[in-house]
């Protein structure tokens, strides 16, 4: 059974800090890992990571995959307020039409 | 370009009522079209997914199920909810021939059982 482990389960910072948000996983025959936003609603699609692909970056917010390992880290550098969320970490695996989410970090920055 | 509906966003129902939920896609054909439940401190999960016109796999067992009568279409029902059925009901869909990758997400309905 894939499985999708993340940590912290909640973190509070102050503006301006960089946190780091972990997610390891286990997954029959890796394909992707993805990592989404969620405000007060649908998840927003932020990265996805695949065997071909173990670095994204994009503005403020990056992410790597150590797929030996098997975990992924979602850094984001000088938070705002408007990071404030929780951020789910997802796998899928070959020729499967699932993905299976962690638990989710729930992030509040302070002003 | 592509978006995603969902209706009712909140509705409050009593035990033992009967539940329909709709989700619709626009601007896509033959999409993968899933059923998640998001209930605090559990994350999501996933209760249904279709890949075509009538063809449902459930991943969870309940007194819930899931149609889809048309290409874009898909339901979620119960007829008869149960207090464990209260959460956040997300829809999503992803290219057909992508598997899982990306799935976007409707805006959801969260469903409150008294």
């Known amino acids: 059974e894939d499985k999708v482990v993340q940590s912290p389960l909640s973190l509070v910072v102050h503006e301006g800090d960089t946190v780091t948000l972990n997610c390891s996983y286990e997954v029959t025959n890796f394909r992707s890992l993805l990592w989404y936003k969620q405000e007060k609603k649908a998840p927003t699609f932020l990265f996805m990571l695949t065997s071909s692909g173990i670095e994204k970056k994009s503005g403020r917010l990056s992410s790597i995959l150590d797929k030996k390992e098997l975990f992924s880290i979602l850094n984001i550098t000088a938070t705002q307020t408007g990071d404030s969320a929780i951020y789910l970490c997802a796998v899928a695996g070959a020729g499967s039409y699932q993905l299976t989410f962690g638990k989710g970090t729930k992030l509040s920055v302070i002003p | 370009s592509q978006t995603i509906h969902q209706w009712p966003a909140t509705l409050v129902q009593p035990v033992g009522s009967p539940l329909s939920l709709e989700c619709t896609v626009e601007?896509?054909?033959?999409?993968?079209l899933y059923w998640y439940r998001q209930a605090a401190g559990r994350g999501l999960q996933l209760l249904f997914y279709?890949?075509?016109?009538?063809?449902i796999s459930s991943e969870v067992p309940q007194n819930l199920s899931a149609s889809r009568p048309q290409d874009r279409q898909f339901i979620l029902s119960s007829k008869k909810l149960l207090l464990s059925d209260s959460g956040f009901y997300l829809c999503?869909?992803?290219?057909?021939?992508?598997?899982?990758?990306?799935?976007?997400f409707g805006p959801g309905t969260r469903l409150t059982v008294l």
């Open positions: 279709s890949v075509g016109i009538g063809q």
């Open positions: 601007g896509t054909s033959n999409p993968n």
């Open positions: 999503a869909w992803t290219v057909w021939d992508r598997g899982a990758d990306e799935q976007f």
